[in-house]
């Protein structure tokens, strides 16, 4: 099985900060990564998909970048509404995996 | 709107079986693929299971091969997924989730983009 890491487990940042995610898969996953936002009681949101397509209606802040086995999730300038938990997961290869999740706080 | 609306999950004791149910509106149900992801209490998600626009594909996590089917009705734009040996680790919120591919053999383009609210399953004796 694919296993998926992601870093900082959790980072505390203010509104206006520049905030980088960062998310390693154990092989090669080409650009099947998906990234997701999930706020506290409420179901994940889809954000980017292919490593770097911008889900429809996401603000253009959020950004993903990488290949292969490591990629980003960009957020350019945090909003309040930012304040969340964002998961990646990989479609490269059954079981599909997630990531342990970053908490920005 | 798309919408998801799961259900059937509730307390069952170890060992026992249980089936939950995902009906969908607002979409061309039988153009999607369709998952189940799981969240334990204070856990991160888990992929449980995913099934092809014709239920000519399926994909299982490891921890719930042979307990678990996952199957679709597109005339009753219905999902569901049977669950058997339920053990206290499947414990958790079942989210249905929508698909932006038909397909779910990997490698593909792969994105939830649209969530059921989730139900509980609590396993305990």
């Not at chain 1, 706020?39 to 397509?53: H, Q, T, V, W």
């Not at chain 1, 996401?58 to 300038?77: H, K, Q």
């Not at chain 2, 594909?57 to 005339?75: C, E, P, Q, W």
Request: aromatic content about 12%; overall charge neutral.
């Amino acid at each position: 099985d694919i296993q998926m890491t992601q870093s900082p487990s959790s980072v505390s940042a203010s509104v206006g900060d520049r905030v980088t995610i960062t998310c390693r898969a154990s092989q090669d996953i080409s650009s099947w990564l998906t990234w997701y936002q999930q706020k506290p009681g409420k179901a994940p949101k889809l954000l980017i998909y292919a490593a770097s397509a911008l889900q429809g209606g996401v603000p253009s802040r959020f950004s993903g970048s990488g290949s292969g086995t490591e990629f980003t999730l960009t957020i350019s300038s945090l909003q309040p509404e930012d304040f969340a938990t964002y998961y990646c997961h990989q479609g490269n290869s059954f079981p599909f995996t997630f990531g342990p999740g970053t908490k920005v706080d | 709107e798309v919408q998801l609306e799961e259900s059937g999950g509730h307390l069952v004791q170890p060992g026992r079986s249980l089936r939950l149910s995902c009906v969908a509106s607002g979409f061309k149900f039988g153009d999607f693929a369709m998952h189940w992801v799981r969240q334990g209490p204070e856990k991160g998600l888990e992929w449980v299971a995913g099934i092809g626009w014709d239920s000519g594909s399926l994909g299982y996590a490891d921890s719930v091969k042979g307990r678990f089917t996952i199957s679709r009705d597109n005339a009753k734009n219905s999902l569901y997924l049977q669950m058997k040996s339920l053990r206290p680790e499947d414990t958790a919120f079942y989210f249905c989730t929508k698909d932006i591919n038909v397909g779910v053999l990997p490698p593909a383009v792969r994105g939830f983009d649209a969530w059921g609210q989730g139900t509980l399953v609590t396993v305990s004796s």
